[in-house]
């Protein structure tokens, strides 16, 4: 339907951009690994994108590239993941480093993300397992998906202090204060938050 978009970008409040094409303002829901990938507002900004129709509503969801595209097609398709859970999913992770948790069967990588429990890491696993063995990885090892996990941890919970309102460079400052190994997006919001009221 709509595969991809190209315009300039308006709007940037995460998780949904706007993108002007021709004087149409398109809003796309992205994954917070994409945002990070956009250019300034003002620049041109193409994405692929996944149109999806629902009874209730009609969205795009777009990526910064047609890999990132597939593992949400992939995801979506899973029993119980649907597109919202999916874009929480791939905004606590890169795509290599969730396709090579699901490949080395690692559901307490996967448990770690945001939404993702226990019966929908184990589901996630079995579902997609064959759906992604053909995944072209880079060489990597389940050290390097943690490490990817950490990172994007430390993104999420700068995202969230910039919907509270702190400039990017505050949020930035503030979690690389109280940033620690292992430590999820919960604890780091809660730990800069606490550090910043002192």
């Known amino acids: 339907m709509i595969g991809r978009l190209r315009g300039v970008l308006i709007e940037k409040q995460a998780p949904e951009i706007v993108i002007d094409i021709n004087g149409v303002g398109y809003e796309v829901q992205v994954p917070m690994t994409t945002i990070y990938s956009l250019p300034a507002l003002g620049q041109v900004v193409s994405l692929y994108t996944q149109f999806i129709v629902r009874e209730d509503a009609q969205q795009l969801y777009g990526f910064a590239d047609v890999a990132s595209r597939r ?73 390097a998906a943690l490490g990817g996990l950490a990172k994007s941890n430390i993104a999420e919970a700068e995202a969230a202090l910039v919907s509270l309102g702190y400039k990017p460079q505050e949020a930035s400052k503030a979690i690389g204060a109280v940033k620690a190994d292992n430590a999820s997006s919960e604890d780091l919001i809660r730990a800069a938050l606490k550090n910043m009221s002192k």
């Open 71 to 143: 593992l949400f097609r992939d995801l979506i398709k899973v029993n119980g993941v649907g597109p919202k859970l999916a874009l929480t999913i791939m905004s606590g992770i890169a795509s290599d480093d969730f396709v090579q948790c699901v490949q080395d069967g690692n559901t307490a990588a996967l448990v770690r993300l945001p939404g993702v429990g226990k019966k929908t890491a184990e589901r996630l696993v079995i579902e997609m397992r064959d759906r992604l063995q053909d995944w072209d990885l880079p060489a990597s090892s389940t050290t």
